[in-house]
């Protein structure tokens, strides 16, 4: 079954600060953008890439990702004012021979391969929809009005879910088109499947699959880059 890989990176990166948008943001010299979708392209499983780039950025980031050797067909289009907007477009671009689609955050620069293996490696097994995720190391409380605890959740339940996320096609294409007619907002892909009433299969995330968000998580990043540099001699 052949993955492809759609890969929101239309965002702003408000939390990150004023500068260029997130995913075109560099880390140790090479863009958040590039990053992943070289993680991506490694996968033997993933043959197509597709980018929803800022709309503005859609001729830079394609001249950037065409400058690349990947292992897989690329496609670069505008994304939307929201992500879910942009993995839509995403959807909309798929090549017909497709079973299996992925969704991952140009924010996740550094997933390892192998996590993008062990997603599509579970949809290939039989699941419908994918999520890596960790378990959660703080408490999380639910708030109220003015602030006040509602309730103190059992953390022992609650993951932090991360992409890829992966699923057999229909189910994702379902997914949208439901989330069309009650113009529903949800912040990953699998919460769409998982209002479908179908069930979403976990499988253990990685630490370095985190998200860049705020300005404190480029560091992480990028010390992570320089231990890899200095493990393999390249990141
Ligand atoms: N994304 C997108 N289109 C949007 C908004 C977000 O494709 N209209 C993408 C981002 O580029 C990112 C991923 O969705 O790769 C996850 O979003 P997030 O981490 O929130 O990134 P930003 O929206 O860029 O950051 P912020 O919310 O801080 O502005
Ligand atoms: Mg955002």
Same mark, same amino acid.
């Given at each position: 079954?052949?993955?492809?890989?759609?890969?929101?990176? *239309?965002?702003?990166?408000?939390?990150? +600060?004023?500068? $260029?948008?997130?995913a075109l943001r560099? =880390?140790?010299?090479?863009?958040?953008?590039l990053r992943a979708v070289h993680a991506l392209a490694e996968s033997p499983a993933v043959e197509f890439v597709i980018v929803a780039a800022p709309a503005e950025s859609v001729s830079t980031v394609r001249s950037l990702l065409l400058e690349e050797q990947l292992? *897989?067909?690329?496609?670069?289009?505008? +994304?939307?004012? $929201?992500?879910?907007?942009?993995?839509? =477009?995403?959807?909309?671009?798929?090549?017909?021979e497709a079973e299996i689609v992925l969704v991952h955050d140009a924010?996740?620069?550094?997933?390892?391969v192998e996590l993008v293996d062990a997603v599509v490696a579970a949809v290939r097994a039989g699941a419908d929809a994918v999520v890596p995720a960790l378990q959660v190391t703080d408490t999380i409380k639910a708030v109220g009005p003015a602030e006040v605890v509602a309730q103190t959740l059992d953390r022992s339940a609650l993951r932090s879910v991360q992409t890829p996320q992966g699923f057999r096609r229909s189910v994702l294409e379902d997914a949208y088109a439901k989330a069309a007619d009650g113009a529903q907002d949800s912040t990953d892909d699998a919460g769409l499947?998982?209002?479908?009433?179908?069930?979403?299969?976990?499988?253990?995330?990685?630490?370095?699959?985190?998200?860049?968000?705020?300005?404190?998580?480029?560091?992480?990043?990028?010390?992570?880059?320089?231990?890899?540099?200095?493990?393999?001699?390249?990141?």
């Open positions: 079954m052949k993955a492809v890989a759609i890969v929101p990176a *239309a965002g702003r990166g408000e939390r990150l +600060g004023p500068g $260029t948008p997130k560099a =880390l140790a010299g090479v863009p958040m953008l292992g *897989a067909s690329l496609s670069v289009i505008a +994304g939307g004012a $929201t992500r879910q907007e942009s993995v839509r =477009l995403g959807l909309a671009a798929l090549p017909p924010a996740r620069p550094l997933v390892p499947v998982e209002r479908l009433g179908m069930s979403v299969q976990v499988i253990p995330g990685h630490e370095e699959a985190f998200k860049v968000t705020r300005p404190l998580d480029l560091l992480l990043a990028d010390a992570l880059v320089a231990r890899r540099r200095a493990e393999s001699g390249r990141a």
